[in-house]
């Protein structure tokens, strides 16, 4: 197991980039498609084709599973070398408790008759105030970080 594990966290700098921009594309998809479900323009303008978005949403979702598993797998060794950052750290945090967070609370609201309608409301909230909070977050990072990338001083991995 540990053998494994070092052999996974081996060359881990490239491998947080490329969970990186996993993470972006689907997480950038899911927006995109989950703000479609919610808009009443789309629900008239799809009409069925609703249905095949919502599928869509829920695989994507679920396939969000895969960065954020990888990237736990890495998180010791990333937070070690994160030793003295705390802005990035708490960064960390708080993107990490998203994803969770809109993991758990899709899969309740995608397993909606397993969990009951207390379950599913609540489950909803969530997703959605994970939503109104993380959005605006990542949009802001997006629009920060093209600059940030330009400035190699300033990372953490290089």
């Known amino acids: 197991m540990k053998k494994g594990l070092a052999r ?3 060359g881990y700098g490239k491998k947080l980039v490329s969970i ?5 594309w689907l997480v950038l998809l899911l ?3 989950g703000l479609m479900l ?3 323009f789309w629900r008239e303008t799809l009409g069925e084709g609703r249905v095949w978005l919502k599928w869509g949403h829920i695989v994507v979702g679920l396939a969000l599973f ?10 010791a060794k990333h937070w070690k070398r994160l030793k003295g950052r705390t802005s990035q750290k708490v960064n960390v945090v708080f993107v990490l408790t998203l994803l969770i967070g809109w993991l758990i ?5 995608w397993q909606f008759k397993l969990a009951g309608p207390r379950a599913a409301n609540a489950a909803l909230l969530i997703h959605d105030l994970l939503t109104w909070i993380g ?3 990542i949009i802001y990072h997006s629009i920060t970080r093209t ?4 400035e190699t001083q300033k990372r953490s991995i290089t």
């Open 8 to 10: 996974i966290r081996q």
């Open 31 to 33: 927006a995109l498609s």
């Open 20 to 24: 990186h921009a996993w993470n972006a």
């Open 105 to 109: 609370s899709g899969i309740v609201l």
């Open 66 to 75: 895969v960065p954020v598993l990888y990237y736990l797998l890495l998180a």
């Open 135 to 137: 959005l605006p977050v």
């Open 38 to 40: 919610l808009g009443g």
């Open 147 to 150: 600059k940030w990338l330009k």
